[in-house]
């Protein structure tokens, strides 16, 4: 019970200086909007061995890709957040508190991914002018699945974080890990296109399963079994990163 | 209310395979009573901060024993957490949300329910005169204003003890000033206060008893009046020019003097018991000698002798 209203007061918290600083916001967006008008037209005719002939066809192979990536890689940046705010002192001054330290970390994770969740969902709305279109409860479910990503990626970034506390040296790690993570599930184009040893390799990583799933369900397939595939393992990532992070940041931090 | 002993803490610094181990803090004994103002005094680097870390419970110590308003520091951190108040060095307010905002929340941190969080909040302002800006950004706060929504942010579950990390370092003297007020007021009130400084005349003005650090080792603790006392009754400095040395081994052991130095201006500091009686002799004896003198002051000691003589070196010129 604390620990839930605690998490809450972090929440809402981190969410104020969100809404404070529109500015991240905005240059959140700017990367994937810029792929979806500038890159994703081109895939008419890049999809088509896939069967894609419409453009519309196309947005709903790209734009869970797109999404896929804006929550894998602005979720594992939010380490460097953290570590800031333990430089100015902002958590030091919750850490005097009895404040439950789950929360502390939980309540930043949840946060982060509402920030993402809502550039997802603009993103999603810009995307239709171009054709896409997708059944709704389909697309809701998908956001789920995209929000666990995003605390996956957030909670694995924080423990990265807390092993690594120097900005510096963090940045090429996690962009050591998120790169090839990102490009072996196929966001920017299926692996159906793939030769075989690619695909042999990225069956391995567990984002490769959560992106088919995401775009299954995009692409009007709820019914694969990728789908719920894709599901059971990112609860499991999402549930193991969060058990991960609040260790380490209660054992480093206290 | 504060009472610790052994308190030991050293980090490994240095790089993987290669580290080596710096004792920060080596056996720190001290005792603060209720309603205290204690000052921590000391050069930066003497420990000042890691004792204060540890008292606060954001650092786990490596030895000794601590008790704080009647909870043990290592067995109930929790407890310890509700009965002090921390405000660090520099201060945490968020540039993008009000002062208001600051203090609800950190109310809240402290499992304070929402309706008396907004009460308390609104106590402080008044309190601590924050009113009239209270829902303006901390963006567009002074220094100053900013330390005191710090400082209200420290008290805002109502502890029995405050802990000051360099509370007024980079204010204004008349913000500083203000704070000190402040600082009293708690006192007033019934708060015990610790805090640290490394300004001699911030320990002297504000503080009722105050313990030197250097090194990580307490040096010396007391009232200041005590503690200058035990320096010596009285400072006496003969502006001697050039005959320094000759000078030093003229008083060097005459009964009079407790202790003598010279400074690098050369003048001689001699420390007397009585400079009624001390000055007279002083200059008898410089006549005596044919040592020419330009000027012959006598003061009080300063903390400032007070650091010179415990440590060997002054505070000043760090």
């Known amino acids: 019970m604390k620990f839930l209203r605690d998490t809450w007061l972090v929440y809402q918290r981190q969410m104020l200086l969100v809404l404070r600083t529109p500015a991240r916001l905005v240059i959140g967006f700017v990367q994937p909007i810029t792929y979806l008008v500038l890159f994703a037209p081109l895939l008419k005719t890049a999809l088509a061995p896939t069967g894609a002939t419409t453009y519309a066809e196309a947005y709903r192979v790209y734009v869970p890709g797109l999404l896929v990536v804006l929550v894998l890689l602005s979720g594992f940046f939010a380490g460097f957040g953290l570590l800031a705010e333990l430089r100015s002192g902002v958590i030091e001054r919750s850490r005097v508190t009895p404040v439950s330290r789950p929360a502390l970390i939980l309540g930043r994770a949840f946060s982060e991914v509402t920030t993402l969740m809502g550039q997802a969902v603009v993103i999603t709305v810009i995307a239709l002018p171009f054709g896409l279109s997708v059944n709704v409860g389909w697309l809701l479910l998908a956001y789920l699945m995209l929000a666990l990503m995003a605390l996956m990626a957030c909670a694995l970034s924080y423990a990265m974080a807390m092993l690594i506390p120097s900005p510096a040296a963090l940045g090429p790690i996690i962009n050591a890990v998120s790169q090839p993570l990102s490009l072996l599930s196929g966001v920017l184009l299926p692996l159906t296109l793939a030769p075989a040893w690619l695909v042999g390799i990225a069956e391995w990583n567990p984002i490769y399963w959560t992106t088919n799933g995401t775009r299954a369900l995009f692409t009007g397939s709820p019914g694969d079994p990728v789908v719920w595939q894709g599901m059971l393992i990112v609860i499991a990532l999402a549930a193991l990163s969060v058990f991960w992070a609040t260790r380490m940041f209660a054992r480093q931090i206290r | ?318």
């Not at chain 2, 980079?170 to 610790?194: C, I, K, Y």
């Not at chain 2, 603790?221 to 003229?250: C, I």
């Not at chain 2, 000698?289 to 000043?316: M, N, Q, W, Y």
């Open chain 2, 1 to 318: 209310m504060i009472e610790v002993s052994g308190l030991r803490k050293s980090f490994s610094v240095g790089k993987r395979g290669k580290t080596r181990e710096v004792d920060a803090v080596r056996g720190v004994d001290l005792s603060v009573g209720e309603g205290e103002v204690f000052g921590f005094l000391g050069p930066n680097g003497a420990g000042k901060t890691t004792t204060l870390r540890m008292l606060c419970t954001l650092l786990e110590p490596d030895g000794g024993t601590v008790t704080i308003a009647g909870a043990d520091l290592r067995r109930e951190p929790g407890l310890v957490r509700r009965r002090v108040g921390y405000v660090a060095q520099g201060g945490t307010t968020t540039d993008e949300v009000t002062g208001r905002e600051e203090l609800v929340l950190q109310a809240r941190m402290y499992g304070i329910g929402k309706a008396e969080a907004v009460e308390r909040t609104e106590q402080a302002l008044v309190a601590f005169e924050l009113a009239d800006f209270a829902d303006r950004l901390c963006r567009t706060y002074s220094g100053g204003q900013r330390r005191r929504v710090d400082i209200a942010m420290g008290i805002i579950h109502r502890p029995r003890v405050l802990f000051l990390d360099e509370p007024t370092t980079g204010l204004d003297p008349q913000s500083r000033a203000h704070l000190w007020d402040e600082v009293r007021r708690l006192r007033d009130e019934g708060m015990t206060v610790f805090l640290t400084t490394h300004y001699l005349d911030e320990a002297d003005a504000l503080c009722d008893r105050i313990a030197i650090i250097d090194h990580g080792e307490v040096v010396a603790g007391g009232t200041p009046a005590q503690l200058k006392h035990e320096v010596a009754g009285d400072v006496v400095t003969v502006g001697v020019n050039g005959s320094g040395p000759r000078a030093r081994e003229l008083f060097g052991d005459r009964p009079y003097v407790r202790k003598l130095d010279l400074d690098e201006r050369g003048g001689l500091r001699l420390y007397v018991d009585d400079a009624t009686t001390a000055m007279p002799q002083i200059m008898r004896a410089l006549d005596a000698d044919d040592i020419a003198f330009d000027t012959l002051e006598l003061h009080r000691p300063s903390l400032d002798d007070v650091f010179l003589i415990k440590t060997g070196r002054s505070l000043r010129d760090k």
